[in-house]
């Protein structure tokens, strides 16, 4: 079946450590998007990206990295620099086609704490 | 520009209807509808065109006044299945924004059977 592998589904952080949140889709999907969800704060977008090795901010970056080496991979690492990275992540995926406006696919998320 | 969600919560007896409504400061080329479960991924429900109104569900629509740059959403004879958290999306150009969008910060629906 088709769609987005999140991977950890739940995942513990120390203080001063990086980690990094998978996320892989067998969609064929062009864009790739990573949002972060805290309660009451509905999605907030951390990075995007369109093609492969090419990516965009976004709004809420600081803290956090991505690459995008293939076309079903967009991993993301919160690094020691982000001071709250406790949230749920999302990873969502959509086609590119022209002159058509598609959705967004979710994965199922990534929960992240710190001990 | 996140886009405005009212009500912030509403509670239903199995078979009301509800309203949802989601607005924006910004002019807008599309609103998408998502539902969440708690502790699940969101699930797209359907995509508002500017100058078009898409139903993706058939108890489920929703409405695009372009002008005032607002969506609502309308739930009619609520199942408990409709139990979630309703967030709309907005896009804001159809250019070099990547297909972006900006989520409200959701509305808690409660079906009690």
């Known amino acids: 079946d088709g769609g987005i592998t999140q991977s950890p589904k739940y995942l513990f952080r120390k203080e001063g450590q990086n980690v990094t949140l998978s996320c892989e889709q067998n969609l064929n999907h062009d864009a790739m998007y990573w949002y972060r969800q805290d309660p009451g704060q509905g999605l907030r977008l951390i990075y995007y990206?369109?093609?492969?090795?090419?990516?965009q901010k976004g709004d809420i970056a600081e803290g956090y990295s991505v690459s995008r080496e293939k076309k079903e991979s967009f991993p993301l690492t919160v690094t020691s620099a982000q001071k709250n990275p406790t949230a749920f992540y999302l990873c969502?995926?959509?086609?590119?086609?022209?002159?058509?406006?598609?959705?967004?696919?979710f994965g199922d998320g990534t929960r992240l704490s710190i001990l | 520009q996140q886009p405005v969600q009212s009500p912030q919560a509403v509670i239903l007896r199995e078979g009301e209807d509800a309203v949802i409504n989601c607005s924006s400061s910004?002019?807008?080329?599309?609103v998408h509808w998502y539902r969440q479960k708690h502790g699940e991924a969101p699930v797209f429900l359907m995509i508002?065109?500017?100058?078009?109104e898409q139903k993706g569900h058939e108890k489920i629509s929703a409405s695009f006044n372009e002008k005032k740059q607002q969506s609502s959403l309308y739930l009619t004879a609520s199942q408990l299945s409709y139990s979630g958290t309703y967030f709309c999306g907005t896009r804001e150009g159809r250019g070099s924004t990547l297909g972006r969008l900006y989520f409200g910060r959701g509305t808690q629906l409660t079906v009690w059977p």
């Open positions: 990206s369109q093609i492969v090795n090419d990516f």
């Open positions: 508002l065109l500017k100058g078009g």
């Open positions: 969502a995926s959509r086609p590119v086609i022209s002159g058509r406006n598609q959705p967004q696919h």
């Open positions: 910004k002019a807008l080329y599309s």
